[in-house]
């Protein structure tokens, strides 16, 4: 599903545990480093979609989180041309985004990235939550900050230089 400007709805998912810090999932067979997230399917809300994505990519359940916050319209970022299936190529730009901000209110054991047959994580990590934007990949960079940013005053956490 690709919205008239060449956008696939999408959900970005920020876990938080207990001491403000980021679940940090890297990609199978990959060195990178990212957060949860993952399309809207037709007739799924925003919400309805990050419990599934959540579910899927990260094996936790709506009784193991707490929603904090969410951010309040769409983040966008364009996908270079060469991570763009051929067949796609001439409508589709790039994702749009809403975040959601969670709190871990179960324990890290219920984390399990083997849950879905397709995995997208195969290591995690809590991180501090202002993750050094470099070790995000470059076209995702800035929608990363953009949603760290909006999303900090619900931890009441003051933003570092890199991020002003």
């Not at 480093?33 to 990519?57: H, N």
């Not at 849950?115 to 470099?134: C, G, Y």
Request: charged share 35%; hydrophobic share 35%.
């Amino acid at each position: 599903m690709i919205d008239r400007d060449g956008y696939r709805p999408n959900v970005g998912i920020i876990i938080c545990n207990k001491r403000n810090e980021v679940f940090w999932g890297k990609r199978v067979r990959e060195y990178a480093w990212q957060f949860p997230q993952g399309g809207i399917q037709e007739g799924e809300s925003p919400k309805e979609a990050m419990y599934r994505e959540l579910d899927e990519e990260v094996g936790l359940e709506p009784h193991h989180v707490k929603i904090i916050g969410r951010t309040d319209g769409w983040l966008r970022y364009d996908v270079p041309r060469q991570f763009v299936r051929r067949d796609t190529r001439s409508t589709y730009k790039g994702q749009k985004q809403i975040w959601f901000l969670l709190r871990l209110v179960g324990r890290d054991s219920d984390v399990s990235l083997r849950k879905s047959k397709d995995p997208e994580f195969d290591a995690w990590r809590w991180h501090s939550f202002f993750i050094p934007l470099d070790t995000v990949i470059e076209f995702k960079r800035d929608v990363y900050k953009q949603a760290l940013i909006e999303l900090a005053p619900h931890l009441k956490l003051k933003l570092p230089r890199t991020y002003q």
